[in-house]
């Protein structure tokens, strides 16, 4: 099944910290960029980090510093550690695995939510 399925988030405390994993399926991993967007409530989607085939990262400047994207290729799973997490953190977090570059589709997972609340 061609798909992508994140897990990890929660509820955390301001200044803790929380690993996202997204695992892709069905897909030639190499072939698409994976990403990580978010989307608090009343608000639009943002970008938060992107990772390319070749590693090659990029993050919104309000993460920047405090949050890592990284990939595993043999596991097909993306990863986004987050750290020194605040408030305006909270979201709904979505992997996203772009494939358009090389004539593949655009996946997006269900979401998994993360709150900073103490």
């Known amino acids: 099944q061609v798909q992508v399925v994140e897990s990890g988030g929660g509820l955390v405390q301001p200044g803790g910290s929380l690993r996202l994993s997204c695992a892709a399926s069905?897909?030639?991993?190499?072939?698409?960029?994976m990403g990580w967007y978010r989307q608090a409530r009343g608000k639009q989607r943002e970008l938060v980090a992107t990772?390319?085939?070749?590693?090659?990262?990029n993050y919104v400047d309000s993460v920047k510093g405090r949050f890592t994207i990284s990939r595993d290729v043999a596991k097909k799973t993306v990863y986004l550690q987050m750290n020194n997490l605040k408030p305006e953190d909270t979201a709904v977090y979505f992997c996203?695995?772009?494939?358009?570059?090389?004539?593949?589709?655009?996946?997006w997972g269900q979401g998994t939510q993360v709150t900073v609340s103490s």
């Open positions: 069905g897909i030639i991993f190499n072939l698409y960029a």
């Open positions: 996203n695995a772009d494939g358009r570059r090389y004539g593949r589709n655009d996946l």
């Open positions: 990772i390319t085939s070749s590693d090659s990262t």
